[in-house]
T-cell receptor, first 113, second 113 residues
């Protein structure tokens, strides 16, 4: 119930290609779904986030697609660049009581120049 | 302005020793989270502080782990009688209000020999 399953574990994409990372959840009470980007030696940084009443959110080259009925959401990185090479984490927030975040296990993305 | 800072950045200790990890959140942020990130794993929630409320300690893996937050600002995570399985990166994050974006520090890499 509390898990967020993320796939793939690693991803290699050519420069200019589309990177797609998927997450699935079980708990329908989750109310906020952020994606974090983490570079080596740094803490994660918020990239983009979505609420379940929206099916898609786009910010520049980054898009979240959200499928409430399937309890899945995904991150799409268009025109992937070598500078996008990082680890990406999806997360889901449980709103009741503590605003606790459940994180996926991460996807290591490498964009080839 | 200054972000979340953590110290030390690296800590090597011997099995059985106690360690203290420090987190300085962004000034004015009322919420503070501690997470553990093991190699190849996602972020594991440890503990959450919100203002003057009792902390949510539900993620602490054993009674060897404890944390405090003094004056609603600086937080210290203490691990007593460290074990090799405690080796991980410990991340701290703060938020301006309950549930808003989390701002992460760079983490403390703990190695238990």
């Amino acid at each position: 119930q509390q898990q967020v399953k993320q796939s793939p574990q690693s991803l290699i994409v050519q420069k200019g290609g589309i990177s797609i990372i998927n997450c699935a959840y079980e708990n329908t009470a989750f109310d906020y779904f952020p994606w974090y980007q983490q570079f080596p030696g740094k803490g994660p940084a918020l990239l983009i986030a979505i609420r379940p009443d929206v099916s898609e959110k786009k910010e520049g080259r980054f898009t979240i697609s959200f499928n409430k009925s399937a309890k899945q959401f995904s991150l799409h990185i268009m025109d992937s660049q070598p500078g996008d090479s990082a680890t990406y984490f999806c997360a889901a927030r449980r709103p009741s009581g503590t605003y606790k975040y459940i994180f996926g296990t991460g996807t290591r993305l490498k964009v080839l120049a | 302005g200054a972000g979340v800072s953590q110290s030390p950045s690296n800590k090597v200790t011997e099995k059985g020793k106690d360690v203290e990890l420090r987190c300085d959140p962004i000034s004015g942020h009322t919420a503070l989270y501690w997470y553990r990130q093991s190699l190849g794993q996602g972020l594991e929630f440890l503990i959450y502080f919100q203002g003057n409320s009792a902390p949510d300690k539900s993620g602490l893996p054993s009674d060897r782990f404890s944390a405090e937050r003094t004056g609603g600002s600086v937080s210290t995570l203490t691990i007593q009688r460290t074990q090799q399985e405690d080796s991980a990166v410990y991340l701290c994050a703060s938020s301006p209000t309950k549930g808003n974006e989390q701002f992460f520090g760079p983490g403390t890499r703990l190695t238990v020999l």
